[in-house]
Every structure is written in C-alpha cells, then in structure tokens.
C-alpha cells in the first residue's frame, strides 16, 4: 500500500478542477489520516478535526499578522493593500484586539436584531419579484442567488438602486483576492476593482455627511462623527467594502447550495415542506453540509499547542471549515443530509472574536428564499449539471438551471 502523502492530497483539493464539485471524500481522508500537519509546500498548518479548529479561531494568541509583518502584494478583500503596515488602512477582518475590538463595537451597531429582522418584508418583496421575473425555469444563479443578496446588502449599506448594477462586478472581481490559488492577472484585477469602489464611496460618503439615510453607511459614519471611540473615513471605507463584499457572493453560494441539496435530497425537502418550521434547520444543515465559506486562516501570533502538536509563532493556520462541520465526532452520521438535526454548532461563520457580522443576515436570507420556494413550487428539478466556479475559498457554483413546477 502506498504511503499516504497529505502535501499530495491538499495540493490535489486546492489545485484540481475536478475536486471542486464534491471535495468531501478527499477532506474526510485528510482529517482520518492526517488531521493536523504542517505542509512541506508553505510550511503552513492545516487543521481538520472540528474541535482543532473551534480552539484556533477562538484563542487569541490566532489572528491576523501584525502590520509589520509582510503581508504580500495581494489585495484584501476589504480593498487594502496586503502591504499596507498602516493598521487604520486594514479592516477589522484583518486587526487584532484592541483595533478589532474597537472597530467592531462600532460596526456592530448596524447590525442589531432588530435592524436586521427589520429586512425580512423588503427581502420577501425583493425575492418574490425576482421570481415572478425567473418564472418555472431559468438559471436559479443569475436570476435569483446572485441578485437578491446583492440587492439585499445594497439597501443595508445605503448604495443606491441606479449603481447596483455597476458595483456588483467589482465586487465579485475583489472577492477573488482572498483565493490562495488566484493568478497575478487575477489580483490585478482585484486591485483594480478595489480603487474603483474607494472612489466611489468616498463620492456616496460625501453624499451622506450631507444628507443622512436609514442605512449602515449612515451609521458608520454617524460613528465616525461622535465624540470618543470614532472610525476614519479610511475605516469606513475599508469595513463597508469588506461588509459588501462579504455580505452577497457568500449569500449567493448559500442560495445555490440550499436548493441543490434540497433536489438531490427530496426525502428533505418533503420534510421541510409538510413543516415549515423546519425551515432554520434546513438552511443550517446546509450551512454544515455544504457551506460556502470552506477555509478560515490564522496567524499565530505567539507560540501555541494545537493536539499535541507545538505550533510557534510566526507560523501560519489554514482550518478547514468544510472538513471540522462533518467531523463524526461532533455530528452523527456527517456525510448524511439531515434538515431535523438539532444543536448544530456551525463553523461555517467562524468562531470566536472574528465570527461573521453579518451570519444572522445571511440565515435570514436563506430562509425566506426557501420558504418563498416553498410556497411557490411543488416540483423543484436540475434540468443541466452545474457549472461550477473555479474557486476553493468562497465554493459555489456560477450557474444552476432549473425547472419549477
């Protein structure tokens, strides 16, 4: 038997078209057979076992690298310079406490309960009129999974329903910048679309200070403007784009992942909808099952022991989110599509001082689309194989046909 070769086996995961499809089989190798190990490729740790990575993204002693550490030519998905040392150029996805701490107390405030139930109604309108466009059949992405987190995010932050259309590319063109796997061209790309949307919401900021509105741009800068505690208008830059950016391609995998499961699972999806109160737990089992953020990294900034294994500082953690959410030593029967799990603790946010602001958003989106599904549609088809997006970080596919009848 050969020797098993887990530099190998994550090469393949990250490099091989092939895999992206269905990469489960492969991570439930790598975490019986090597569930923690350092890879002779980067040197860089990789953690598969749930409670492994619960611990990491919860231990302060992780976060991202200092300003004075390297960060490489790549571009943030916040729009910032990966070498920018300046910390108020970085957002909050890339601080530490006490500036993380700081900066999300101030984020958070537009993300309330209440705020966010608040948009259950528009979301409802939103989806509903998008289906009424999409009809019984069409691509579910473009008509439906990619528009309404875009729109839904647009209204939160305050951007104008007449630029939506032109910001939503660049968005996408930024998000490839946290891929470990992107080309040069790629991140010049990225780089580029991150100028462009600094220009334009110093525009819609100066439009704002002016006349402000019942949106998240309104009160980051609100925030801004107060005495004490106050963010830049760098840091309102920097976490409105990284809000934007987070808040609908994430979405949009959510959305496709949901009704993909649901058709290959239709045993599920007559559970979900002889009982609507199921809806939560179907859209958290998606969440777990086939979640559409998969990798989470850390920089360990003070020397660390992670199941035995002496991880010192300087050194760097990818935790594989897909890999921890079906560990069978958390989740009975992980590999099995379950809409009546119970106490399912996701990582599919992350955890910890870093866990997702905007993960109650995103629930809330998943579920009114599936209970508008559900309301309209008595049969739910895949009509062509879906064409998937190249992509291991943000998984999803980029086109899915269907047929509702």
């Keep these: 038997m050969a020797e098993f070769d887990p530099d190998a086996l994550i090469l393949k995961i990250l490099t091989d078209p092939a895999v992206i499809p269905d990469p489960y089989p492969l991570l439930r190798e790598l975490r019986e057979h090597a569930p923690i190990f350092q890879t002779a490729l980067t040197g860089t740790w990789i953690l598969t076992r749930y409670d492994d990575i619960r611990a990491v993204l919860r231990d302060r002693r992780c976060g991202s690298p200092p300003p004075r550490v390297d960060r490489g030519e790549r571009v943030g998905i916040d729009g910032s310079s990966r070498r920018d040392r300046d910390p108020e150029s970085l957002s909050m996805l890339f601080l530490n406490p006490p500036d993380?701490?700081?900066?999300?107390?101030?984020?958070?405030?537009?993300?309330?309960?209440?705020?966010?139930?608040?948009?259950?109604?528009?979301?409802?309108?939103?989806?509903?009129?998008?289906?009424?466009?999409?009809?019984?059949?069409?691509?579910?992405?473009?008509?439906?999974?990619?528009?309404?987190?875009?729109?839904?995010?647009?209204?939160?932050?305050?951007?104008?329903?007449?630029?939506?259309?032109?910001?939503?590319?660049?968005?996408?063109?930024?998000?490839?910048?946290?891929?470990?796997?992107?080309?040069?061209?790629?991140?010049?790309?990225?780089?580029?679309?991150?100028?462009?949307?600094?220009?334009?919401?110093?525009?819609?900021?100066?439009?704002?200070?002016?006349?402000?509105?019942?949106?998240?741009?309104?009160?980051?800068?609100?925030?801004?403007?107060?005495?004490?505690?106050?963010?830049?208008?760098?840091?309102?830059?920097?976490?409105?784009?990284?809000?934007?950016?987070?808040?609908?391609?994430?979405?949009?995998?959510?959305?496709?992942?949901?009704?993909?499961?649901?058709?290959?699972?239709?045993?599920?999806?007559?559970?979900?909808?002889?009982?609507?109160?199921?809806?939560?737990?179907?859209?958290?089992?998606?969440?777990?099952?086939?979640?559409?953020?998969?990798?989470?990294?850390?920089?360990?900034?003070?020397d660390i022991e992670v199941a035995g294994h002496e991880v010192p500082a300087g050194s760097s953690i990818v935790t594989s989110l897909a890999a921890g959410n079906r560990d069978p030593a958390i989740f009975a029967e992980p590999d099995r599509f379950d809409v009546q799990r119970t106490d399912t603790q996701v990582l599919s946010f992350g955890s910890g001082v870093h866990h997702c602001l905007g993960a109650a958003l995103a629930r809330l989106e998943g579920q009114v689309v599936l209970d508008r599904l559900l309301d309209r549609y008595g049969r739910w088809e895949i009509t062509a194989e879906p064409s998937w997006r190249k992509r291991v970080t943000l998984r999803g596919v980029e086109r899915l046909d269907v047929a509702f009848g």
């Design 100 to 302: 993380h701490t700081r900066i999300r107390g101030l984020v958070s405030r537009a993300f309330t309960p209440r705020r966010i139930e608040k948009l259950r109604p528009e979301i409802s309108a939103m989806a509903d009129g998008l289906l009424d466009d999409l009809g019984v059949e069409g691509d579910l992405i473009g008509s439906l999974a990619f528009p309404l987190p875009a729109n839904v995010v647009s209204a939160l932050v305050g951007v104008p329903a007449a630029d939506r259309d032109d910001l939503r590319p660049l968005i996408t063109d930024l998000g490839v910048g946290i891929e470990p796997t992107a080309s040069d061209e790629e991140i010049a790309i990225a780089d580029q679309a991150g100028r462009q949307i600094r220009s334009y919401l110093l525009d819609l900021i100066a439009e704002r200070r002016n006349d402000p509105q019942d949106d998240l741009l309104s009160v980051l800068i609100e925030a801004s403007d107060a005495d004490g505690d106050r963010l830049t208008e760098n840091e309102v830059i920097v976490n409105t784009i990284l809000i934007y950016a987070a808040g609908f391609e994430t979405t949009t995998h959510l959305i496709g992942n949901l009704v993909r499961n649901m058709v290959a699972h239709p045993d599920q999806l007559a559970l979900v909808r002889d009982d609507r109160t199921l809806i939560p737990n179907a859209v958290e089992e998606v969440l777990r099952f086939d979640p559409p953020v998969q990798i989470d990294g850390r920089f360990v900034l003070d």
